[in-house]
């Protein structure tokens, strides 16, 4: 359907197109109907959670190791990654302190919840006032300009009026 040109289009199943799926797959971020659910499951190059759609997105989407292609449950406090079985077996962060991903990404959040409120309590406040600050300075400095280049006005037709005096002065005499 033509968005631009349609009323809002309803939810529509991934593989065949039928409207109001009413499975979803958590981990391949995928909407099936009911016919659709085993051969999407029969792909066993993946893992699946079809689950029903209302409570979808519920599955904790853990990241995947570029080295190994396995889930990470952990985190390398050194490296700052997130790190596999085969990571560990690998001695590749032998002696790192590991922290659950989990906890991690709590942290993390954390941390941005608390700058977004520094951000909304304390910078953007200072900056509508600068901002406010700026814009009586510029309209200041735009009746101040006016009113100089009204003044440089009138000087020059004062200087206009001496000069026409000064020029037409001999021409009286004769």
């Known amino acids: 359907m033509d968005s631009q040109h349609s009323a809002q289009d309803v939810l529509r199943c991934d593989l065949c ?3 109001v799926p009413p499975m979803y797959c958590d981990l391949c971020e995928v909407k099936l109907c009911k ?3 085993g051969e999407h499951l029969f792909d066993l190059s993946k893992e699946h959670k ?12 853990y990241p995947k190791c570029s080295k190994h292609d396995r889930i990470c449950e952990l985190n390398c406090e050194k490296c700052n990654v ?3 079985v085969g990571c560990l077996s690998s001695n590749s962060h032998k002696g790192h302190a590991l922290l659950n991903v989990l906890e991690v990404l709590m942290s993390k959040r954390e941390n ?3 700058d977004r409120k520094e951000l909304e309590d304390d910078v953007v406040p200072k900056f509508e006032q600068i901002l406010s600050e700026l ?3 510029r309209k200041s400095s735009l009746e101040d300009c006016r009113r100089l280049t009204t003044a ?3 000087q020059g037709e004062i200087w206009h ?3 026409d005096n000064i020029v037409n002065q001999p021409k009286l005499r004769r």
């Open 17 to 19: 197109d039928t409207p």
């Open 161 to 163: 009026r001496e000069i």
């Open 35 to 37: 016919a659709c659910v």
């Open 135 to 137: 814009s009586d300075v």
């Open 82 to 84: 997130p790190v596999c």
């Open 50 to 61: 079809v689950v029903p759609f209302e409570p979808r997105l519920s599955t904790m989407k």
């Open 112 to 114: 941005m919840e608390t």
């Open 152 to 154: 440089v006005i009138k």
